[in-house]
Every structure is written in C-alpha cells, then in structure tokens.
C-alpha cells in the first residue's frame, strides 16, 4: 500500500518522505516509518505566540512500535541526547530488506529550539538515497525532527485548543528543504496509559488544510519533550495506522 497520495503535507506525507528511486518499489512497512518521520517532525507552529513557559529538554531512549492493517509490526527507535552545547533528535527503524534514519541536532537559545543540521537517509533491497540540511538552509525553518521536539514543548499552552478552536498552522521544512504547512488543534491534556506505563499527556490532532478528511493525532508526553506516547492516522474516519510506546528510560528516571 502505497500513501504517497494519501496527504501532500507532512503529516502523513510519504511523497515528501519518500526517495523517488524507492517509491515505486513499493515498500508499504517502510512507506509507512516515512509517513510517521513525516508526520512526527513537521508539526512546528509558530508557537512563539503561544502562552506559557515551554518544558526544558529532557534525555530518553524509547521503542515504539507501529502498527498497519496487513503488514508486520514494525519497532522503532527514538532518542534524544545532548552533546556537549547541542541536542540530538533520531529515529530509526530496520526491516530485513529496509532501513530508515533521522537524525536532527539543535541548541537552545533564549527558550526556543534552533535546527543546526539535519540528515536522513532510506534504504531498500541495496538501493537508497541520503539527504541534509545546514543551518543556512534552516536559518527560517526548522527541519521536521526539530519541529517535533518543539511543538511537544509548546502544545500544553497553545491557544488552539478543542475541537471548536480556530486552527494554529505550523511551518518547517522537509528532508529536501522544501516548505511545508499543516494545521492542528490540541485536543487536551489528561494522562495516557501505553505499554510502557501511564504517564501525563497531551493530544494533538494534525492535517493538511487541502485533505482535511485525512487526520494525524499525535499523543506526546507531557514532562518530556519529543516523547511520543501514541499516534493514529484516520482516512474518512477509518483508522489505517496506529503506534504505541512500549518502552521508554528517561534520564534521572528507572527504565520502563
């Protein structure tokens, strides 16, 4: 199954995630790790607006594991670490014949997160294709792994909140540097319980302004910046994918 025209935003959009060597090979699992990376890392807003003080960045190592209707479960890796006067953001996942990585480093200054470079790189049955961004070419938006960590920090205080609430719209870049926007609503704050035990929340609902019938909500850990608890990606009201966290160590906390 292949998503590439299933949304032209970053959310779910596996056309900007996908190399075009590889998109007609038709790898569906790995079509499916683009379309979360894409989704994931996107969802930036101009939340300088946003009221309320940002959460500080907070190490962790978690395994999520992604789920589509047909096809084998797939584990990824997520981990956000600092070093030295930066932090670094990656996901990977490998399959038998596939493998994918993402990987973003940023410094704080003055609260915000700043992008500094960015690289990805997809491989397929022996084929593959990598890509970067510098800091001069995310000078004015951050890339998709940066934008992740960042709306994670700043949704709990958003003022687009409920289902009813005129939409924020969010900017970055995608692994080519192309500009990409997407609107979202946070849902609300309460507590989620996962795989990896249950822990304070906050729900964000994504889409592409021109598919609004094709929806991404995006769970995050409210504590830890960039911690994905949960997503599901619904087409028509059907759900067509879904990933839970099932393992997680934070820093200064036990693993779980």
């Known amino acids: 199954m292949d998503l590439s025209h299933r ?38 807003a101009p939340l300088a607006a946003t009221a309320g003080a940002a959460q500080p960045p907070v190490a962790f190592e978690a395994r999520y594991r992604l789920t589509l209707d047909g096809w084998p479960d797939m584990t990824i890796a997520h981990r956000l670490s600092r070093q030295g006067d930066h932090w670094q953001s990656r996901m990977q996942a490998e399959l038998s014949i596939a493998s994918a990585r993402e990987t973003s480093r940023f410094r704080m200054v003055d609260g915000d997160a700043e992008a500094l470079l960015y690289t990805s790189r997809y491989s397929l049955m ?22 992740l960590f960042s709306l994670a920090r700043r949704a709990p205080a958003a003022e687009c909140r409920g ?6 719209t969010i900017g970055y870049l995608d692994h080519k540097g192309g500009r990409k926007a997407l609107d979202y609503r946070v849902l609300g704050l309460d507590s989620r319980a996962t795989p990896a035990g249950r822990f304070p929340a906050v729900t964000v609902e994504a889409w592409s302004p021109d598919k609004p019938e094709r929806r991404l909500t995006l769970t995050f850990h409210r504590d830890v910046p960039g911690l994905l608890l949960g997503m599901s990606y619904r087409r028509d009201g059907e759900r067509r994918s879904r990933l839970s966290l099932v393992s997680v160590a934070i820093a200064d906390h036990q693993p779980r």
């Open 163 to 168: 289902k009813a609430a005129t939409p924020c």
């Open 126 to 147: 022996g084929f593959g294709e990598r890509f970067r961004l510098d800091a001069d070419q995310l000078a004015t938006l951050p890339d998709r792994q940066t934008a």
């Open 7 to 44: 949304l032209s935003h970053p959310a779910l959009s596996v056309a900007t995630a996908m190399p075009d060597s590889m998109r007609h090979r038709r790898c569906p699992p790995l079509a499916l790790w683009q379309a979360l990376l894409s989704a994931a890392w996107l969802i930036l």
